[in-house]
């Protein structure tokens, strides 16, 4: 079994620009303040403004270009373009040591999975995350910067799936020390509101069993799983040992390249990728009932 919780905490943390270098970030707040300072020199002294107006309108689409490329790179949108843009391979004409995208039917290794809060069987994948509303805000609805990641469970195992192009089924290395990169949006389970904080039995014995404090406030549940039957795609390295075929993570940094079509810039791929094919969107386990 992988646990992958720490990863998710350091991530959901972590407010940097990853795809943009820091260095780039230096230069371009370095050339801005002296393209200011020149264009107010000769708004000063000629009177011109058509240098300090297009430093601002170019200014402004550089720094549009910077915010997108960050909230998307939050959002793994990058990764589910180039997941839905990747052609499915097929296992029998697939070379060793070649990166491959397989779609198929997952079903559970040696060891399976269970969901922590609704307690879903044979899983490859489980997710389960709790925030808590840290706004000074009114408005809870809001998410940007008032939610926080106040616990986490991730967690992936070894598992099978056979390939729908050819029925050759391989084993995927998503287990003990092995680098996920799981393309999924949990569903909302729980969410209490300012107007009804009252938290249902399960829910305060799954938060007692972690330790975590069931006085009243706001909280929000999520959780996702892939079950054993789930229609998937996996991407990684295909390795083939004799009559062994196994999916692993890239032995090196690979990239996804320049999504212009979208203006997003290479993001890096550092493992195995879980998805689902044909989704806008991460998959997601369908939802269920607030308490």
Known sequence: MNDLSNASSVQSHCYSCKPIPSQVLYVLVSLFFTGLAVSLFILIAVHNAFFFVSLLSLSALVAAFLIWNAVNWRRSRALFYYLRSFPDSDLRLARHGQFVKITGIVSCGNISLESSYEKATRCIYTSTLLYEYRGLGSNAEMPCFRWRLAFCERFSTDFYITDSKSGIRAMVKAGSGS?????????????????????????????????ISGQARLLCLEEGYMKEGSSIAVMGMLHKDNDVVMIIQPPELLSTGCLWRKLLLPVDIDGVILGVPEMVGPMANPPSSMY
């Open 179 to 211: 680098r996920v990169i799981p393309l999924i949006i949990e569903s909302r389970l729980v969410a209490t509101t300012r107007k009804c904080r009252l938290l249902s039995s399960h829910f305060r014995k799954w938060l007692a069993d972690r330790n």
